[in-house]
């Protein structure tokens, strides 16, 4: 982001005041989540995962899941691993922010605290994977320093983000 380009700056201090990132501790806040959630994504999360519940496990047992929420309002989530040690790299499986609240630093609180529990955990990039006419959501991922890496799918990259 441009020093000069006040349209874009987050002020992170002032939100802080209004919100809260949650570590969701059970599996049935998770899928709460996911049944939340599930229709902003195109294809949705069912479309893909097909069975909810079994993802809501899944996303308990081995990723991290987030919450953010704006006087005591849940606005977003995001859930992500950062447990290969192999390759190092964390990914990110899910992120969203209600509509209404998109453009508020949000969406980068969240990618913020991902990035800061992979570093803990000792990865060294985050990996995700976004609709290719999924435009705002490309712009944000790039505005956080994402690169595209590959083509995933026919509809789908790959992008990536390199930890310091």
């Not at 995962?49 to 309002?73: F, G, I, P, Q, S």
Request: hydrophobic share 35%; net charge positive; aromatic share 12%.
């Amino acid at each position: 982001m441009k020093k000069n380009d006040k349209k874009n700056e987050i002020n992170i201090d002032k939100m802080q005041e209004t919100h809260h990132i949650t570590r969701i501790r059970t599996w049935r806040d998770v899928f709460v989540l996911l049944l939340k959630y599930d229709s902003k994504f195109i294809p949705s999360i069912s479309e893909r995962k097909h069975d909810l519940l079994e993802y809501a496990h899944k996303l308990y047992k081995y990723a991290h899941v987030y919450t953010v929420t704006e006087d005591n309002n849940q606005v977003g989530f995001i859930a992500f691993y950062a447990n290969d040690m192999v390759t190092k790299t964390a990914y990110i499986t899910q992120i969203a922010v209600d509509s209404e609240k998109c453009h508020k630093g949000f969406g980068t609180a969240l990618v913020e605290k991902c990035i800061n529990i992979s570093k803990l955990n000792g990865m060294l990039e985050i990996m995700l994977e976004v609709n290719k006419g999924n435009r705002r959501a490309i712009e944000f991922y790039k505005k956080i320093g994402f690169i595209y890496k590959r083509q995933a799918s026919r509809y789908s990259e790959y992008m990536t983000l390199k930890l310091k």
